[in-house]
């Protein structure tokens, strides 16, 4: 296993370097980086993509704790308050991370689990919705929580559908968050 997690931290560093620029990582830099053999990256992973993925999901899994902290940080906010500037952080995050955040939401459509960042986010939402919308029963508060998630992550996606058919610049912040909170107002229906 010290291989194994070796070689983990080496692609993570590298993936936190490269920035958008993931893609230029190669198994033998991995190695390299984390002296081991080549043959161990398809050994533990199968493949470099989905040691990728394991990384990203473990950076992203940092990120999410850390969105799970806001509550200290928006004392004397409004439950609509704090939901926004999480939103507004998460957001924020895929945009500065494109290349991470999309191996991450791409990861979890295309084999989610009951622990995945998707479902994270969502647990991280989930009780900010409730504060903003405390007649709502179970069903519908988490239905509204995954809808405002998933319309997140596909918005991020296919920002640039929403750039040419609707004029929407979500790369630029302002934008975004006007976007962000006319999205909580429709689909809270506050």
């Known amino acids: 296993m010290e291989h194994k997690e070796s070689i983990i931290q080496a692609a993570t560093d590298l993936i936190c370097e490269k920035g958008d620029q993931i893609h230029t990582i190669t198994v033998r830099e991995i190695c390299k980086r984390a002296n081991v053999g080549l043959g161990l990256v398809n050994y533990h992973f199968g493949n470099k993509d989905r040691l ?12 999410v704790d850390r969105f799970c902290a806001i509550q200290e940080e928006t004392k004397g906010f409004t439950p609509f308050e704090k939901l926004d500037a999480l939103g507004n952080m998460t957001l924020t995050f895929l945009f500065e991370h494109y290349a991470v955040s999309k191996i991450s939401i791409l990861s979890d459509m295309r084999a989610p689990k009951d622990d995945d960042n998707t479902h994270r986010t969502f647990q991280a939402y989930l009780p900010l919705a409730a504060a903003c919308r405390p007649d709502w029963d179970r069903e519908t508060l988490a239905r509204k929580t995954f809808c405002l998630i998933t319309v997140m ?5 296919r920002h640039d559908v929403i750039l040419r058919l609707y004029g929407i610049d979500l790369t630029n912040a302002d934008e975004r968050r006007a976007f962000h909170t006319k999205l909580l107002h429709d689909i809270l229906e506050v």
């Open 52 to 63: 990728i993925e394991i990384c990203v999901e473990r950076i992203i899994n940092g990120i």
């Open 153 to 157: 992550q596909q918005a991020f996606l």
